[in-house]
């Protein structure tokens, strides 16, 4: 039986060869050392500028009901600041999380979990502003009436965005509408533009995502859906600023992830326009390490080959408190496991950037390399530098 036409172009998409030249040009500029006529110059690179980040869980906060150890903590940032450089609240930002009684708000956990973030550098996003599955909406809202729940509904937005002013720059908007519809029923299809004009009058620079699962992994089953809910969204003059694909490979399905249909739904989300984030990825759906591990090395190239994808964060690393502990990276003791292995081996050595080489007669040393910050050092000089995806290329000197 002959393959569809499209499905070749997909097919072809995918050759270990053709991932590795999206990868260089799309992930990867130019550094020109100008130093001595042969000096030796070492390059390292001490930074990604792509965000590879992680789910926070709420034990990090000393205050949380289900806070780790001191001991367990100071691993848990050591490995945080070592291998990401973003990051998201997993639960502690959530309305049902933040406010569990009426009127009765607890902040603390979000924003220590913010600060011990931001201490390190590592920005994050906010994991949700709402959420339309009914089974986690707080009773005391489901007892409103239309005009109390839009009025808290309004609050929130405004609230929240506001408050994280100036530290959280995204947030995801109203969290799996494909597989909910509570503040839809209940207020009028029109609330989802609402609530991203509220969120907008908490802070009008606020990006807005939305969220949701089964469009790369689990055999793509609400990639229709979805493609048909964020043109209806931008038709209505939705202020939608970014698509976020939750790729868990175990939420519904439980099946490995497809790469023709990772790669043909990814290709067909470019078409809106809009920045595209990996936002809770997990490679989950077996308990075989290795099986993960293998899943890893070939769908994250996926990903990060695609240009409109900004960012992939993984939903949680620590099997200590991990809402799928047989996923994790590092096991409760700490070790690493095959899949973590995995994903520092291709983050840290294979889209990483360290190498030595001689000025040539001109002095000059040029050097393709990820998009991210380097340390160079020739002659007991050293210097940074950065070099980004809007530069290209960038000259150093350290003559």
């Known amino acids: 039986m002959a393959k569809i036409p499209e499905y070749e172009a997909v097919a072809a998409k995918l050759e270990p060869e053709a991932i590795e030249a999206r990868i260089r040009e799309h992930r990867m500029g130019t550094l020109v050392v100008k130093a001595e006529s042969g000096a030796e110059i070492e390059v390292e690179q001490t930074r990604h500028e792509f965000p590879f980040g992680a789910a926070i869980t709420s034990g990090l906060a000393e205050s949380d009901p289900i806070a780790m150890s001191d001991s367990d903590r100071k691993m848990f940032l050591k490995v945080l600041e070592e291998n990401f450089n973003c990051a998201v609240h997993e639960n502690a930002l959530k309305w049902c999380d933040v406010e569990r009684e009426k009127g009765k708000q607890d902040w603390s956990s979000a924003d220590r979990i913010l600060e011990l973030c931001s201490e390190r ?7 949700c502003l709402f959420w339309e599955k009914e089974k986690w909406v707080q009773d005391w809202l489901k007892a409103l009436d239309s005009d109390s729940l839009r009025g808290a509904m309004m609050k929130r937005a405004r609230e929240t965005t506001a408050r994280y002013k100036g530290r959280i720059s995204e947030f995801d908007l109203n969290n799996e509408m494909i597989h909910g519809s509570f503040w839809r029923r209940r207020l009028g299809w029109g609330i989802v533009n609402e609530m991203a004009l509220a969120a907008k009058m908490g802070n009008p620079d606020a990006v807005l995502f939305l ?11 609400n990639a229709g859906a979805y493609f048909e809910q964020i043109e209806a969204l931008l038709d209505a003059g939705t202020p939608i600023g970014g698509i976020g694909c939750q790729a868990h490979s175990a939420t519904f399905l439980n099946v ?3 790469p023709i249909i990772a790669q043909r739904n990814l290709d067909r989300l470019t078409r809106f326009g809009l920045p595209i984030k990996i936002t809770e990825c997990l490679f989950d759906h077996t308990e075989d390490p290795q099986a993960q591990a293998a ?4 769908i994250l190239p996926i990903y990060f080959a695609c240009p409109q994808v900004e960012a992939i964060l993984f939903w949680g690393f620590w099997a200590g408190l991990h809402w799928h502990p047989w996923a994790a990276f590092w096991k409760e003791d700490w070790s690493i496991t095959p899949q973590g292995a995995a994903f520092r081996e291709l ?3 294979k889209w990483w950037t360290s190498t030595k080489g001689r000025a040539d007669s001109t002095g000059s040393f040029s050097v393709p390399a990820f998009y991210g910050n380097y340390r160079i050092k020739s ?6 530098a950065s070099l980004g995806a809007r530069d290209k290329t960038v000259h150093v000197s350290i003559a």
Do not use: F, Q, T
């Open 121 to 127: 550098g590592i920005p994050m996003r906010g994991h």
């Open 379 to 384: 002659k007991g000089k050293v210097v940074e």
């Open 295 to 298: 899943e890893m090395r070939r």
């Open 256 to 258: 490995p992830v497809d």
């Open 211 to 221: 969220n949701d699962y089964g469009i790369l992994a689990e055999g793509g089953h």
């Open 347 to 349: 983050v840290y050595v």
